[in-house]
């Protein structure tokens, strides 16, 4: 049982963990640590029961912490989680259960290695499979985790009480947890998710910089609107997302760049037979897509 939970970073996913457990886990007590003011909106919201003076404060008393900011500060807080973790074992205190929410693995998975020592067994690294272009703590879903996937990268490292624990706390919240390996999930996720953000932006940014930019927002379809809704995000959140997988989302792009010249070469040359089937060839792969998380 988790009587207090800690999270670090109170952005949308961040709050919409805190607006779960309280709504959908009954958990009685949230801590949490934001250097802005998400945490302050939260706990407006009756998400958030306690704001901590700093990260390593959250593990203060608390039976699980969530690190739940983005990919560069959670690589950049393990130290600090460490030292923690050794006052509150000389003080003989109880140890939380670590996890996050991070986007990429393999950069806080070599952190928590280099940092965490023998209280690695006790973080077991996840990703939440749940999303949204809205930001910050006003985009607080309780539902959020809900029927989705949360894939955890469980090896030898983490404790059995540890990966019971955070598997359950998330299974409370609604989610299906799944295993993955960090070098497997990279690489799947610098494909279908890294790399489309950084196309989808691109989109838009090739239509900002044409002639056309304002009379495109007034005059667009759902179309575009469907293809670009994700470039909506958070830019500092993504930029350093895409970056923390950056060899994935390099080799995708260049997959991307190889197809997109070719349609063009088939515009270019008036290949009708040649367009089509490039067209077809990618629409019959959409039409498969499912939404497996």
């Not at 109170?10 to 607006?19: E, F, T």
């Not at 999930?185 to 890294?194: C, I, M, N, Q, T």
């Not at 691109?202 to 495109?216: D, F, K, M, N, Y």
């Amino acid at each position: 049982m988790i009587a207090q939970l800690g999270i670090i970073g109170v952005g949308m996913i961040g709050a919409s963990i805190a607006a779960a457990a309280v709504r959908r886990a009954g958990i009685a007590r949230v801590v949490a640590y934001s250097p802005g003011n998400d945490a302050l909106e939260a706990q407006a919201a009756g998400w958030v029961h306690r704001i901590c003076a700093d990260a390593p404060s959250c593990l203060n008393g608390s039976d699980l912490v969530v690190l739940a900011a983005p990919v560069g500060a959670i690589v950049a807080m393990m130290p600090q989680l460490a030292a923690r973790l050794h006052e509150l074992e000389n003080a003989g205190l109880p140890l939380p259960h670590l996890s996050d929410t991070g986007s990429s693995k393999l950069s806080i998975v070599a952190s928590a290695d280099r940092a965490l020592g023998r209280f690695r067994c006790r973080f077991l690294p996840a990703h939440p499979i749940a999303g949204s272009e809205r930001s910050g703590a006003q985009a607080a879903n309780p539902d959020l985790f809900v029927n989705r996937s949360v894939l955890v990268c469980s090896d030898h490292r983490v404790g059995a009480p540890t990966r019971k624990a955070v598997s359950a706390f998330w299974e409370r919240l609604g989610a299906r947890v799944e295993s993955i390996d960090p070098v497997a999930h990279d690489a799947l996720y610098g494909e279908v998710s890294h790399w489309p953000h950084a196309a989808a932006f691109a989109l838009c940014l090739g239509i900002a910089r044409g002639p056309h930019a304002e009379q495109s927002l007034l005059r667009a379809g759902a179309g575009l609107r469907d293809t670009t809704r994700i470039a909506a995000s958070d830019a500092r959140l993504w930029s350093d997302i895409i970056l923390s997988n950056r060899d994935h989302a390099l080799r995708s792009a260049q997959r991307h760049l190889a197809a997109l010249r070719a349609l063009v070469e088939a515009i270019e040359t008036n290949n009708t037979a040649g367009l089509c089937e490039l067209l077809e060839e990618a629409a019959v792969w959409r039409r498969q897509l499912r939404d497996a998380a």
